[in-house]
Nanobody, 119 residues
Framework: QVQLVESGGGLVQAGGSLNLSCVAS????????MGWFRQAPGKERDFVAS????????AYADSVKGRFTISRDSAKSTVYLQMNSMKAEDTAMYYC????????????WGPGTRVTVSS
């Protein structure tokens, strides 16, 4: 069982930046793939970014490429999402998720952190 807790959400003006953090259960962090997802009001939850446990493979949604950066600190069992040049359409609840390397679906989810971008 992987436990995840996000932090760092808040209110930011368009063009500004936020850095989200997700702390994972230390015992399993080194063997999982971490991802960030978001869900805007009235919309489905969408993939944002993912990173493998060794940091070698990283993926981004087209909508955030060049603006968001995912990274991880294995020593702290933490994955980050640095969000720059934010837009109003980035407003959403952001969720951290984890899956086993061989799994296709994310089985573990955090409670989410809310991000609001004012235009």
């Amino acid at each position: 069982q992987v436990q995840l807790v996000e932090s760092g959400g808040g209110l930011v003006q368009a063009g500004g930046s936020l850095n989200l953090s997700c702390v994972a259960s230390e015992r399993t962090f080194s063997n999982i793939v971490m991802g960030w997802f978001r869900q805007a009001p009235g919309k489905e939850r969408d993939f944002v970014a993912s990173i493998t446990w060794n940091g070698r493979y990283i993926a981004y949604a087209d909508s955030v490429k060049g603006r968001f950066t995912i990274s991880r600190d294995s020593a702290k069992s933490t994955v980050y999402l640095q969000m720059n040049s934010m837009k109003a359409e980035d407003t959403a609840m952001y969720y951290c998720a984890a899956r086993q390397p061989t799994a296709t679906k994310y089985a573990f989810w955090g409670p989410g952190t809310r991000v609001t971008v004012s235009s």
